[in-house]
Each structure stands twice: as structure tokens, then as C-alpha cells.
């Protein structure tokens, strides 16, 4: 008798995840890249189509990934310690914040699919569709929404 295991996402909490499996669970959609704006009044938090300087906006890759808290302080490395608070910036399709909240992940995330490629094909990541801030004066932020 064949016994399907299910994939660790569905039978792990993030917690207890390895290394490893916490990183695979990024999409690379480049969406937690964009510059943000938070409402004052509501406390949305809108994308701006301006990416982190790092950010290869082609292939949706960090450009200095292992190196990124020392390039740019402020980037966020989310660990599931920290996840929670983190919730209300990350986008809604992104697979740490849908398996934090009990969802589960989209066809077309990389582990689902089993295509790096398919995030890019559906259209959810922001592939070619956005401008790193290096090309970009910080006072336009605001006239461009994602």
C-alpha cells in the first residue's frame, strides 16, 4: 500500500520548520521589495511600483540576499518568531502570510507547481513591472501605486 506524505507546509506550523523549508516557502514575487505607504487614518498599506535598489527586477532576486541586513539595515529578514506582527505589510498572495493565517498556498507558487516560472507566468509577481528606487527620486513615491 502506497501512503501519500503531505508536503511539509501542510504538516508543519512555521515554527518548526527547517531552515531550509522556511525559505522555500518565498515565491520570489518581489511584492515585500516595493517601497510602501501606510494610511494614517486606516493603517493600509499600499505598494508603490518603485522596488528595494536591490532588487533585480527581471528575475525577482535579491541582489545581495545573504548580505542584505548589512547592505540595507532596514530590509526585514522575517523569521516565524516574528511573523505575526509582520502580517499587515506583507502581501495578501505571499505564502508566509497565507500559511500564518491558515490558508494555503496558490497553484501557482513554485512548490506547489513545481515551475519557478509559474508565479512569473501568472502575473503575481512584479516581474518587469516596477522601477528600482536607484532610477527614482523619493519625492514621485507617492504618484505611483502597485
Not at 498599506?45 to 532576486?61: G, H, N, R
Not at 508566509?96 to 513545481?114: F, K, M, N, T
Not at 508565479?119 to 509577481?125: F, M, Q, W, Y
Request: aromatic share 8%.
Amino acid at each position: 500500500m502506497i501512503t501519500m506524505q503531505k508536503p511539509f507546509w501542510k504538516s508543519k506550523p512555521l515554527k518548526d520548520m527547517t531552515p531550509g523549508e522556511w525559505e522555500s516557502l518565498c515565491d520570489h514575487c518581489g511584492l515585500c521589495c516595493l517601497h510602501k505607504i501606510a494610511d494614517a487614518d486606516s493603517g493600509e498599506v499600499k505598494l508603490i511600483a518603485v522596488s528595494c535598489e536591490y532588487l533585480d527586477t527581471a528575475s525577482c532576486d535579491c541582489l545581495v540576499y545573504e548580505d542584505r541586513k548589512r547592505m540595507k539595515p532596514a530590509c526585514v529578514q522575517l523569521s516565524p518568531i516574528d511573523l505575526k506582527p509582520a502580517l499587515n505589510w506583507l502581501p495578501e498572495t505571499c505564502a508566509y502570510r497565507c500559511l500564518a493565517e491558515g490558508r494555503d498556498l496558490a497553484w501557482w507558487h513554485p512548490l506547489v507547481s513545481g515551475d519557478p516560472d509559474s508565479i512569473h507566468r501568472a502575473g503575481v509577481s512584479v516581474k518587469d513591472k516596477c522601477t528600482p528606487s536607484r532610477y527614482f527620486h523619493p519625492e514621485d513615491l507617492d504618484l505611483i501605486l502597485f
